[in-house]
């Protein structure tokens, strides 16, 4: 079982910039793969960036460029610039692959 705290969501105008951070807490053990995951209205949930416990990253295609990642123990940030309409969700972080405890995510939405 592991417990996410998200934060940083918020409005801002395309082209703007936000800090998402989340703090992962396990009941038990340690957590290798953390990523942030993002949700669009009438969406599936798709997986935006990874930070392993060792010092690996990973940010897919849609958002390299603009979005970075970073982890430090079991708080990771997501650092998204030039943000686009299309970035707006519910931004969410978990496990790799996810489980079933789902926080209670950070909204973004980038207006046009």
């Known amino acids: 079982q592991v417990r996410f705290e998200e934060s940083g969501g918020g409005l801002v105008q395309t082209g703007g910039s936000l800090r998402l951070s989340c703090t992962a807490t396990?009941?038990?053990?340690?957590?290798?793969?953390l990523a942030w995951y993002r949700q669009a209205p009438g969406k599936q949930r798709e997986l935006v960036a990874r930070?392993?416990?060792?010092?690996g990253s990973y940010v897919v295609d849609s958002v390299k460029g603009r979005f970075t990642v970073d982890r430090t123990k079991n708080t990771i940030n997501l650092h998204m610039n030039n943000l686009k309409p299309e970035d707006t969700a519910k931004y969410f972080c978990?496990?790799?692959?996810?489980?079933?405890?789902w926080g209670q995510g950070t909204q973004v939405t980038v207006s046009s």
């Open positions: 396990p009941s038990r053990g340690s957590i290798f793969f």
């Open positions: 978990q496990v790799v692959p996810p489980n079933d405890s």
């Open positions: 930070a392993d416990s060792d010092g």
